[in-house]
């Protein structure tokens, strides 16, 4: 298990976009290397529902699904990752200035899979982030 938090310079109700519409999810869903093209993602949030995109480098593509689990939009967010197996929950809480203190927890990973996932999440959130500066 792990955590992260993130200041975004937004409120909750835009910030939620990160993980309700392509665009804004494919800004800051990268990983080293790759980019996450907003054309080629699609979402569909709802419990049950799901997130379906693809990194992309010069040489390789790389398609990924994430599955909705619970939502209270704009202020709860659960997302499943089946492989590995990981369980995503993201919490946004509205700050003073219009800014949201977003918290990110995941469970599900064993100690060797969460080390070299934390770092890259932590890069993802700051994209995030930046985004809506």
Do not use: C
Request: no cysteine.
């Amino acid at each position: 298990m792990f955590t992260l938090q993130q200041i975004v310079d937004a409120p909750p109700a835009e910030v939620v976009r990160a993980f309700t519409e392509p665009e804004p999810f494919a800004a800051w869903f990268v990983a080293d290397g790759f980019r996450t093209p907003s054309d080629r993602v699609t979402i569909h949030a709802r419990p049950g529902g799901e997130i379906s995109a693809v990194f992309v480098n010069d040489d390789t593509e790389v398609p990924f699904t994430l599955h909705f689990g619970a939502l209270d939009l704009p202020h709860h967010v659960e997302l499943h990752f089946t492989d590995p197996a990981e369980d995503i929950t993201i919490t946004l809480t509205p700050l003073p200035g219009a800014r949201t203190q977003l918290n990110y927890q995941s469970t599900g990973l064993t100690d060797e899979q969460a080390a070299p996932i934390k770092p890259g999440v932590a890069t993802m959130l700051g994209h995030l982030a930046a985004y809506f500066s």
